[in-house]
Structures are given as C-alpha cells and as structure tokens.
C-alpha cells in the first residue's frame, strides 16, 4: 500500500498532468495521420524530453506511443489506410464494417477492445511488479550480455524472408555504436582522427535520420491523394456492450498481447497475428474474417495495444530494449541518470509502478477523448502528404540542432535520413540498426564487465538464468536454420519442377 501511495504521489503533480494530458491527445492525432505514425512523433520529440524530468518525458513518450494506435485505428476502419503499421490487420474487419455501413459501430468495437488490451497488460503488470523486483536481482553482467543478444536474435529472425538483410542492419547499427571513444580504456576508434566523429554518432541523429527525416522525403515525393471520409451518426458506446459478449477472444487476445509484448524482438505484428489466428479457428462463424467479423477486429486491436505497456518489462527489469520505440526511450532515462535494469526495481520500485499507472490513466483519457471528439478527428486524414512532409523536415532538423547545436549533426542526419528513404523504397527494414546500436553498447559493456570474472567458456554460463538464456539462444538459432533449410528445399524443388 506504501508502494502504491509513493506512486501516486510522483504522478500527483500539475507537470506529470500535462504531460499525461498531452502524450494521450497527441498520440491519438499522430496515429490518425497516415504515414506519420510513433516513431517519427517520439522521434522529434526526444530532445525536448531531455530537458524535463524523467517521469514527465517518458509519461509524455509513453502517451503517444500506447494512444497512437487508437487513432490509427480511425484511417484503417474508414478509408482501409492504417495510421500506424500496427494497425493493418485492422483494416481487415473494419473497412468491411464501414462499406455496409457500419462505421460508428467498428470504430466503437476497435476502441473498446483497444482499451480492454491497454488496461488489461497494466494490470496485469502491476500485480506482476513484485516478482520483477525478486527477479530481477539474479541478472548479473552474463546474464544481461545474454538477454542483449537473444533480444538481438528474436529481431533478426522476426524479419521473415529478410532474415539475412535484417542481420547485416544489426550489424551496421553494433558499428556505428563503436565510433568514438570506446568506454573503457577511452581509445578513439574508426575515427581517423577527425574531430567530427570523435564524439560518435548520437543515437537521436540515427532515429532522427532513419524515422522522422525519411518520412519527410516518402510523404513529400509521394502525391497527395484526394480521400472521402464517411459521415459519422450516433454515439459511439455501443462497442463498450458488444465487447462484452466476446469475452474468451479478448482475454485470450490480451494474454497473448502481454506475453509477446515482454519478449523482445517480437511486439505487436505476432500478438495480432497469432490473437486473430485464434480467433478464426475458435469462431462459430470463421466464414465472417475479412468481410467484417466483429471478433476479428477484436483479436486485432486486443492484441496490439496489450503490447506497450509489456514491451516496458525487459527495458525497466533489465535495461533491454525490444524494438525501436522502447529503444529511444532508453535514451531518456540514461540522459537523466536512471539506469533500468535490476537496480531500479530495488531503488526506485515507486518509479516502476508510478509508469505503469500512468499507461492505466493515459487509457482512460483516450478513450474519454475518442468517444467525445471521433468526430473532428475525422478531419486529420484528410491533411496533404506534402504539408506533413514539410513539417516533419523542419522539426526534425530544428531537434537535432538543439542537442548541440552542431551543423555536423545536421549533415549526419540528412544522410542517414536519405539511408533511411531508400530502405524503405527497397522495403529493407530499419529497426535493426537502432536495436544494433543500443543493444550493441549494451553487450560491449557488459561482456567486459562479465570476463573480468571469468576463465573459461564454462564459466560464463554456470549460473541457472545464464545456462537457460544460453538453451533457449541456440533453440532459435536451431529452429531459424531448420527453417532456412526448409524453405530452401522447397525453393530448390520448385525450380526443378519449373524446369
């Protein structure tokens, strides 16, 4: 009960309100808008948080990283465009929903379920907190060099039919976190003793570049094209009952939210996946999945928005990111000094469940703002690609020049953003080289500290957590080549048959 008043407390001011305020409104906009999304919203906005304090910049991260996927929610059902990527499984039951003229019904489903998954994954990770805080404590240097790479394994994999590329971006990313000064001896490494790189390269530059600044150039080398919205009528509270009677799909949805949220590497793309996967072979009527099934968009939007609050687990508990978002998050607590990772749960455990019941009152305030105001929202698609691409490309180069005031930051923006651009008209993915970078410096530091303590390779993994982290690697890495092998077989087989 002390834990819980200690929170309260921290959340208990007119700042962590505004913030709140403002992470939850905002993100519900940047998710309304095709082809913006988080990334490049969190993206901009990192230097301004750096110079709040920790729990108002992440509360502010955190507002638009769980809010966005509730407004992406509105372009998916009534123009069939996702405002988040997140969000395109959506496009399957609720467009459907709207050509019948159903629109205000899937919007209110789609938001109710989204909340049902959001408060679920809190709760559920509250109760939660308390075996964190036992856990925690058994990861010593070993174990978290181990968690590091399985968290890199998981993304590399996660990349079906792009496996191979998607390691070399890894790859790439654990690169560009070599340059510099190196953080033990403070050697200067791939420097070639020039002033310009002896610094390194700044995470925000690369997210900047690679998210926000790439945008910029898709949206304004695409045309902008003409959209017709449908006319809302009525309210929106009916989704609240209709939820109701669904309950084994969205618990199960939310479960498997939770629990693939946790796992890094894996995030929102699997849990709806897998949760509407279920619900189709479960349903009474599986005929009705992709023409408007009111299940189906359940399981879609259950499942997404149970993942942010689980996605926080490994970066308090371990200090380990699971995909890009959370990634660029780390960069707020270490600015101001906040290590994650099994310290925080014994030192700052009122920090820990201050976060988590902020995402519980940032889904209350959105859905509150949803069910008052779809209606305006409504209007936000509609706004020109090439307004959106101006916009984002004077923000982002105004944030980078404000970390310190750097024209050489500026120069290295533009070209990672232009890197950025051409990955994502080759359709290349991007995160791994965020995740290179931050996990990356992660295993150097704690690979150094760990072999300090050990002698032989036996050594490194005779601890129960590192032995099973070590089991559960090579598991991937056996069921990723017996995959490979696979579907090269079939490849091969098919070539034949060709001939």
């Known amino acids: 009960m002390d834990l ?8 208990m001011r007119w700042d962590v309100a505004l913030a709140l305020l403002t992470g939850s409104v905002g993100g519900v906009l ?72 159903e629109p205000r019904r899937a919007l209110s489903l789609a938001y109710s379920a989204s909340f049902f998954g959001g408060v679920f994954s809190v709760v559920c990770l509250i109760l939660f907190a308390p075996v964190l805080a036992k856990v925690a404590p058994l990861f010593g240097s070993r174990e978290i060099f181990l968690a590091a790479l399985l968290g890199l394994i998981l993304v590399v994999v996660a990349h079906r039919g792009q496996a191979l590329i998607a390691g070399v971006m890894a790859g790439f990313g654990i690169f560009l976190q070599t340059i510099g000064m190196e953080p033990v001896k403070y050697t200067q490494r791939y420097t070639f003793e020039t002033q310009v790189l002896s610094g390194g390269i700044d995470l ?36 609240l009952r209709e939820l109701a009677r669904h309950p084994r799909v969205a618990g199960v949805s939310a479960g498997l939210g939770v629990v693939m949220g946790m796992i890094p590497g894996v995030g929102e793309f699997t849990a709806q996946f897998m949760s509407y996967t279920y619900a189709q072979r479960t349903s009474n009527r599986p005929e009705d999945f992709g023409r408007g099934s009111s299940e189906g968009l359940i399981a879609a939007e259950t499942a997404n928005n149970a993942v942010p609050a689980a996605a926080m687990v490994p970066l308090l508990a371990l200090g380990i990111p699971g995909e890009a978002l959370t990634a660029m998050m780390l960069s707020v607590f270490y ?39 779809t209606t ?19 923000l982002s180069f105004v944030g980078v020049y404000s970390l310190r005031n750097s024209a050489t930051d500026c120069m290295l923006v ?22 290179g970078m931050v996990l990356g410096g992660i295993m150097e530091v704690k690979l150094r500290a760990a072999m300090a303590r050990v002698k032989t390779p036996w050594d490194f993994i005779d601890r129960p957590v590192a032995f099973l982290l070590f089991v559960v690697i090579l598991l991937v890495l056996a069921v990723q080549l017996r995959r490979g092998w696979i579907e090269g077989r079939a490849l091969r087989a098919a070539m034949r048959d060709e001939r």
Do not use: C, W
Not at 217 to 225: G, I, R
Not at 378 to 391: D, E, H, Q, S
């Open 204 to 239: 925000i530059v690369v997210v900047l570049g690679l998210f926000a600044l790439s945008q910029a150039f898709v949206l304004l080398t695409d045309e902008d094209k003409t959209i017709h919205t449908t006319q809302l009528r009525g309210g929106l509270f009916q989704g």
């Open 4 to 11: 819980l008043v200690s929170a309260l407390e921290i959340l």
């Open 414 to 435: 533009a070209g990672f953003g232009l890197l950025g651009f051409v990955l994502k008209r080759l359709s290349l993915p991007v995160v791994p080289i965020i995740l």
């Open 335 to 373: 600015v101001h000094n906040v290590v994650p990772g099994p310290g925080l749960f014994q030192t700052r455990m009122d920090f820990v469940v201050a976060l988590y019941l902020a995402l519980l009152i940032l889904n209350l305030l959105v859905l509150v703002f949803l069910l008052g105001a």
């Open 376 to 394: 305006q929202l409504v209007k936000v698609v509609k706004i020109p690609n090439r307004f959106l691409g101006i916009a984002i490309l004077t």
């Open 30 to 101: 940047i998710g309304a808008i095709p082809g913006v999304g988080p990334a490049v919203a969190i993206a901009i906005l990192l230097p301004a948080t750096f110079s709040m304090e920790p729990i108002v910049g992440l509360t502010v991260l955190l507002g638009i990283y769980g809010s966005s996927m509730y407004g992406g929610a509105i372009p998916a059902i009534l123009i069939n465009t996702p405002g988040t990527a997140v969000n395109a499984l959506t496009t399957y039951d609720g467009y459907p929903m709207t050509v019948r003229g």
